[in-house]
Each structure stands twice: as structure tokens, then as C-alpha cells.
């Protein structure tokens, strides 16, 4: 199932399904700012994509509550992981 909305000059389709079976280049992910990818989405794709998704993580922590850090796809048929930062040492130490 898809939805697409047209907004002023551009088009944007959201497809439903697994997350890692598009054919998108760039899968977006919510993570906290240590990039763990321990839970939900996140955790889902750093199974699929493997160590390499981690090895590369690692080089680029600890990021701030708003950034987008990139890292690679892995093992996975995308060229990219966009890692929205939603969750900082604040809010982890609320939980």
C-alpha cells in the first residue's frame, strides 16, 4: 500500500511494509544519542545490516538530541541509514 501527496512542486509517496525490504537508497531511523540501536525500527535494522552498521556508528557518537547522523546500509540493500537523534542523556535519564 502506498500514499502519495503532492506539495507545491514535489511528490511524496510513503510506502507501508518492512522497512527493509525497499527499494529506497535511504531508510530513516529514530535512535538516542550513544546511536545503540536497541529497540524497535532501530534495533531491526542494525540486525539486518550487521556489524558493519555498528563499526561505523561508532566513529560518529555521541550526537545531539536533533541531528541526523548517516551511517552505511550494510548488509542491506540500501546505500544509507539516516539516524535521527530523538532521545539525549536527558530524556534517558528520565526513563
Do not use: C, W
Not at 510506502?15 to 534495533?43: C, P, W
Not at 555521541?62 to 541509514?81: E, H, M, R, Y
Request: avoid cysteine.
Amino acid at each position: 500500500m502506498n500514499r502519495t501527496y503532492i506539495i507545491n512542486n514535489s511528490q511524496l509517496t510513503i510506502k507501508f511494509g518492512n522497512i527493509l525490504d525497499t527499494d529506497a537508497e535511504i531508510i530513516v531511523s529514530s535512535d538516542d544519542y550513544r546511536l545503540s540501536m536497541g529497540g524497535g525500527i532501530s534495533r531491526t535494522i542494525r540486525i539486518g545490516a550487521g556489524d558493519e552498521i555498528r563499526n561505523d556508528a561508532k566513529k560518529k557518537i555521541p550526537a545531539s538530541l536533533g541531528d541526523v547522523v548517516v551511517t552505511t546500509a550494510g548488509l542491506l540493500p540500501q546505500k544509507f541509514i539516516f539516524h535521527a537523534i530523538t532521545i539525549d542523556p536527558k530524556t534517558l535519564s528520565k526513563v
